[in-house]
């Protein structure tokens, strides 16, 4: 399949096939994707909790509205910013930019010292959101891995942050959930897999431009 076959293939399933478990070597493709995806100034202030527990994904269907995906999901990815997003942060990014290209510090640390400016100047708030963001980018990256690999995913932001941080011990690793990509295979009475997309047509949606 090429790309727009598998994303013509792809929709938000509504029903996994709960006997079906997605193999440890296309876990790790979603994973080695997640850490590949382009994020701004490249800060990564993002983290994937792979959860695949059924005791613990019984927990979540409560702060999750009870959306049956996510118990009957073979695993669960769920996307996180970092809490500490602080000049340590910065430094420790720059530290490895340093060891894997062997860069010099009068290069590295212009931007080095713009970027520790910037996170001072600016609210706890608007970093966070900066963060979420990066999230946002990833969750679009997965969903187009996962139509590759022939993986089914149903992207949620409809859950407790707060009820699924608790059950999932999140504050230890210093980290809040944003996102939530049950991920699995499609069970075969999920009418949803049959319906038509409903898209705009690429007349509505794009515009070439002319000067």
């Excluded at 990815?77 to 602080?86: K, N, P, Q, S």
């Excluded at 590759?148 to 995913?153: L, N, R």
């Amino acid at each position: 399949m090429n790309v727009i076959d598998s994303l013509e293939w792809r929709y938000a399933v509504k029903k996994f096939d709960i006997e079906k478990k997605i193999s440890q070597d296309k876990i790790e493709i979603l994973e080695k994707a997640f850490s590949l995806t382009a994020t701004s100034y490249g800060l990564q202030p993002i983290k994937m909790l792979v959860v695949e527990n059924k005791d613990v994904q019984e927990q979540l269907l409560e702060p999750c509205f009870n959306q049956q995906q996510v118990s009957t999901a073979s695993h669960i990815l769920v996307l996180c910013i970092e809490d500490d997003l602080d000049e340590q942060f910065i430094l420790n990014y720059f530290e490895r930019v340093k060891d894997l290209r062997n860069t010099p510090d009068e290069i590295l640390n212009p931007f080095k010292d713009f970027l520790i400016k910037d996170f001072e100047k600016s609210s706890k708030e608007k970093i966070e959101t900066w963060a979420k963001n990066q999230l946002y980018l990833t969750m679009g990256n997965l969903l187009t891995v996962c139509a590759i690999e022939k993986i089914d995913a149903c992207p949620m932001e409809g859950f407790q942050p707060k009820k699924v941080e608790g059950i999932l011990g999140l504050e230890k690793y210093q980290l809040k959930p944003v996102l939530l990509l049950p991920v699995g295979y499609r069970a075969k009475d999920d009418m949803f897999a049959e319906f038509k997309k409903v898209r705009k047509t690429l007349e509505d949606t794009i515009i070439h431009y002319e000067k």
